[in-house]
């Protein structure tokens, strides 16, 4: 059994964080927003709310994408860029990362994405969907 320190990554933040995913796979990005927001807040004092805030910056990237919304849309994923260095160099980074949320491959996108970006830099984005793997 894999021991977690805390500020990673746990099967509990995967656990509590599944409606989320599957509303940003569905494009319902807002209500992804909304439900994520509420597990972000109550996070308070643990890095691992940073991805639910890299989570929650992309589904409301993508919500202004689907706007034609250029500004809002880069604004987020620039944010997000952000929120991924943070975790990666606080070692928020746990296997359950890579195993249920396809993690590297979330990020290789995201670091992609120019920081003036064109809205069809965002296609890749768009098409990622989260793995939503049962039975953590």
């Known amino acids: ?7 990673q990554f746990t099967p509990e933040h995967l656990e509590l964080i599944q409606e989320g995913l599957e509303l940003y796979n ?5 209500m992804c927003h909304e439900v994520i927001e509420d597990l972000w807040m109550d996070a308070m004092g643990d890095n691992a709310r940073y ?22 849309a880069s604004g987020m994923v620039n ?8 975790i990666e160099k ?11 949320l ?3 491959r979330l990020k290789r996108i995201v670091k992609k994405i120019p920081h003036s970006p064109k809205l069809s830099d965002f296609k890749e984005l768009k098409s990622f969907k989260f793995p939503l793997k049962q039975g953590v």
């Open 26 to 30: 569905t494009g319902h990005y807002w």
């Open 51 to 72: 991805v639910y805030w890299v989570v929650i910056q992309l589904a409301t990237s993508l919500y202004h994408h689907e706007d034609d919304n250029l500004n809002g």
């Open 1 to 7: 059994m894999t021991k977690y320190h805390f500020g």
């Open 102 to 104: 396809d993690w590297q």
């Open 79 to 86: 944010k997000a860029k952000g929120k991924i260095d943070f």
């Open 90 to 100: 606080n070692h928020v980074e746990s296997d359950i990362m890579d195993k249920y």
